[in-house]
């Protein structure tokens, strides 16, 4: 069974940093190219980044491009996403998942930007 578990949000305040992480489980992790997306309150699902199978290759939002970072350890079967001079806009549950839709996300991470 795909299980993938999202952890390392909280409050932060505008400017501030936080780094997520995504433990997956129950599938050939390295095999996989994998996403970030958020939902903002009220709103839809928002991809955020993506990352190729080998870590090489990474995708992201007009957003938060050169402010948030993503990155891979397949030998420990987790993805992180470094988030960095965060904007109250940023505000939003995290998810890890399969696909830019979401496919398969976890139960998520709230990061909470407010002073």
């Known amino acids: 069974e795909v299980q993938l578990v999202e952890s390392g949000g909280g409050l932060v305040q505008p400017g501030g940093s936080v780094r997520l992480s995504c433990a997956a489980s129950?599938?050939?992790?390295?095999?996989?190219?994998m996403h970030w997306v958020r939902q903002a309150p009220g709103k839809g699902l928002e991809w955020v980044s993506s990352?190729?199978?080998?870590?090489?290759?990474?995708y992201y939002a007009d957003s938060v491009k050169g402010r948030f970072t993503v990155s891979r350890d397949n030998a420990k079967n987790t993805m992180y996403l470094q988030l960095n001079s965060l904007k109250t806009e940023d505000t939003a549950m995290y998810y890890c998942a399969l696909d830019s839709g979401g496919v398969g996300r976890g139960q998520g991470t709230q990061v909470t930007v407010s002073s």
């Open positions: 990352i190729s199978s080998n870590g090489f290759s990474t």
């Open positions: 129950g599938f050939t992790f390295g095999n996989f190219e």
